[in-house]
């Protein structure tokens, strides 16, 4: 008897379950459908022609890049069932506080999750306006980084209009951050509802000819990337070695300029000089690590 009963009970509970999940299900699909309707306000905008550069892209470069510029590398190498970088772009080694590339050599610069890294975000502004008439660049929100929270990252950005301001982020962090960060790589429940509520996440600025930047105070990060130029040259010979890096046409070479006094390069196998003679950079698997703290004196 009592059997049948709890049978029927949980026989009931399971009807309301499955209608409450008819329902969340339609609610689901209206998320879905406006995470998809926000999303291509999100996405770079790279025109048919020119030059386009993704600066910090190396993780996942945008289609549309003909040059990759990154400068942690041998961090990503190193890093144990981390994130690789992709290597299917030709890549240069660099800083976005010091590009080394021509005034104006590119018809677009996309900057994806670069500027909050900065300590100087007004001066990477400044060299992407350099390169390029135009760009699309997109940052965490004041927001993100209070719920779900970076160490690498120095800033609270909010979006005033067209202008990106960056405030110290001071001792302000997100406490309870991991469990987001793991909600959302576990949950694809949670990503929809973070794709649906994009804009809350994400300031993204199409610019044309001005990147409007305001930096209010000045900021450092909990934690840096450490760089070396030994380890950088060892794992781009690694990864040349593994067939992996994609040379460097020569559009591309003639852009190339020199990070600290901005003339053009003459290539050898291994290694460029700067015109004066002033400056001579390492390049390794085909790939020129153009920073300032690899740079020796030059043969000239
Ligand atoms: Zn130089």
Partial sequence: M???????T???????????????????????????????????????????VD????QAPHPR??????????????RPGGEQLDLSKPLV???????????????????SHVLEHATDPAGF?????????????????????LV????????????????????????????????????????????????STRAQWHHSVEWRETLHVRVEGASTADRTASFGVDRTVRALRDARARGALQPLSDALRDVLRCPVCGTPLTWAEESVTCADGTHAYPVAGGVPVLLEEAAGAGGG
């Fill in 125 to 145: 502004a400044a060299q992407f306006m350099r390169i390029a008439p135009a760009g699309f660049v997109q940052v965490p929100s004041r927001e993100s980084e």
């Fill in 148 to 195: 779900f929270g970076w160490q690498f990252h120095p800033w609270l950005i909010d979006l005033e209009g067209e202008t990106l301001v960056f405030e110290a982020r001071g001792d302000r962090r997100a406490h309870c951050g991991e469990v987001l960060h793991r909600s959302f790589s576990d949950s694809a429940l949670f990503r929809a509802w973070w794709a």
């Fill in 2 to 8: 009592s059997d049948t009963r709890s049978l029927r």
């Fill in 10 to 52: 949980s026989g009931a509970a399971a009807l309301a379950t499955t209608r409450v999940t008819v329902d969340t299900l339609a609610d689901i699909g209206r998320e879905l459908m406006r995470a998809r309707a926000t999303a291509a306000a999100h996405e770079p905008a790279p025109p048919a022609h020119g030059l386009v």
């Fill in 93 to 111: 080694i660099a800083d976005a506080a010091a590009l080394p590339f021509a005034d104006r050599a590119f018809a677009y610069v996309i900057a």
């Fill in 65 to 78: 890049a003909d040059v990759v510029v990154d400068k942690y590398v041998a961090d990503d190498f190193e």
């Fill in 55 to 58: 600066v910090g892209g190396g």
